[in-house]
């Protein structure tokens, strides 16, 4: 049974941090391809990070470059999203996904599990 649960989510003020993880179970890291997703009001989901399980390659939209980094611990089945520096227009509801991929570009086409979400509301 594939299970991914996100936590972290919160308010948090702009120019702060929030670290999210994505807690997986039923299968293992190494062989996957975990994806972080956000969706805001009145905005198409987002797809803002991604990372191999396998070889830790990673992908990272450019609206996030350099403020957020994705991380994996396999001994833990955990995915990590360090937000840093955050912008009122990261608020949005960020979910987590997952596919039995050793190939990063699977998180552009095939993402077939998904939690639930965590909500990351920015705001002085």
């Known amino acids: 049974q594939v299970q991914l649960v996100e936590s972290g989510g919160g308010l948090v003020q702009p120019g702060g941090s929030l670290r999210l993880s994505c807690a997986a179970s039923?299968?293992?890291?190494?062989?996957?391809?975990i994806g972080w997703f956000r969706q805001a009001p009145g905005k198409e989901r987002e797809r803002i990070s991604c990372?191999?399980?396998?070889?830790?390659?990673?992908y990272v939209a450019d609206s996030v470059k350099g403020r957020f980094t994705i991380s994996r611990d396999n001994a833990k089945n955990t995915v990590y999203l360090q937000m840093s520096r955050l912008k009122v227009e990261d608020t949005a509801v960020y979910s987590c996904?997952?596919?039995?991929?050793?190939?990063?570009?699977?998180?552009?086409?095939?993402?077939?599990?998904w939690g639930k979400g965590t909500l990351v509301t920015v705001t002085s």
């Open positions: 990372i191999s399980g396998s070889d830790g390659s990673t």
């Open positions: 039923g299968f293992t890291l190494d062989d996957s391809v």
């Open positions: 996904a997952a596919a039995s991929s050793s190939t990063l570009l699977t998180c552009f086409y095939d993402m077939g599990h």
